[in-house]
């Protein structure tokens, strides 16, 4: 949806009642960083000005960065299998790049020239499957870009008729942090936002016939939402978002589902930090231990989202990934940070 060197800083603000956190900055450039991937000890990211690159975990001095395009193109996503990386500009026309990890070659897979595309996410899994889910058609209808490199011997010689779900006018997607889709196994959830906040669902078994599920999220004007989603496992998992013109009201902003989206239940309302943008359950923590991260915070959760405790008052920062259990990676407005939970 249409929204809107090297320097180390180390400080330490409460976590949770007796733990700390301290952050590293990693990388200080003039870019706007709304997607990271972590791979071989580096964080890799896209950006403005048609960026993409990477800089070392343990050693900021190994960086590299590159322009994917002579043209100014917007990155919001960036995905990764096996063997490459993958973005997508967000607006018309919407060129679909591929990119070596090895090499770090690239090419333009195929271009999106319909006027109302708009890129809000983009990933991959280790099967090579994918998707990118663009804003509606002008017809109303879904966008989505799906990619299987493993051919479903169900669909060989036969006529696919899709059935994507329709619109309701004025929803759409968040291009925040490229975590409006989660995937778990054959199973696919993509968040909406706008007047509506709802969750598609499909199965890798038949990736042409989506559900839709009405949740009781915040909705009802353009910037309200559904931001980010993450499922621990096929039943539970969570969203997060609010309204970024009002970053601090913090009603209906948080929910959780144990059916597989079908179904979910409000956490927290009136009681966390306020808008977030990206959310990720903490590894090994068996889908108890959530972080989320605002333009004006960074919050946790240890009771699988029922409660939330603000962690720190770094601001614009949008997207998240963990490193392990008590490491992860944020980046957001001109920097990428390391935060380290010390327990």
Known sequence: MKKFLYLSL?????????????VETLLNDD???????????????????????YVNLKDTLDK???????????????????????TANIESPAYFFRINKKTLNYKIDFTDTIKSVFIDSFIMDKFGRGIAISDPRESGSANPHILQSIINPN???????????????GEAHFAASNTNISMKGNWVWIATGGTKARIFRFNWNNPYVWQTFETPFIQGTPTQGIYSIDFFDKNFGIAVGGDYTKQSENIN??????????????????????????VKFRPRSKG???????????SFSSDYGK?????????????????DENTVVLAG?????????NE
């Open 307 to 323: 409660t939330w405790t603000k962690i720190s008052d770094e601001k614009n920062l949008y997207a998240c990934e963990w490193i």
């Open 31 to 53: 870019i706007s960083v709304r997607a990271i991937q972590i791979w071989d000890g580096k964080v890799w990211y896209t950006g403005t000005d048609s960026k993409f690159g």
């Open 10 to 22: 180390i400080f330490c603000s409460t976590f949770l009642s007796a733990q700390k956190v301290s």
């Open 64 to 86: 590299k960065q590159m322009r994917l395009s002579e043209k100014n193109l917007q990155f919001r996503t960036l995905a990764q299998d096996p063997k490459y990386f993958y």
């Open 288 to 298: 108890k231990d959530i972080l989320a991260v605002g333009d004006q915070h960074i």
């Open 333 to 341: 407005k001109n920097r990428i940070v390391k935060m380290k939970l």
């Open 155 to 169: 669909y060989i010689g036969k006529t696919i008729i899709p059935d994507f779900p329709k619109y309701n006018k």
């Open 253 to 278: 902003n948080i929910a959780t589902t144990n059916d597989s989206g079908k179904t979910w239940q409000i956490q927290a309302s009136g009681k966390n930090a306020g808008y977030m943008t990206c």
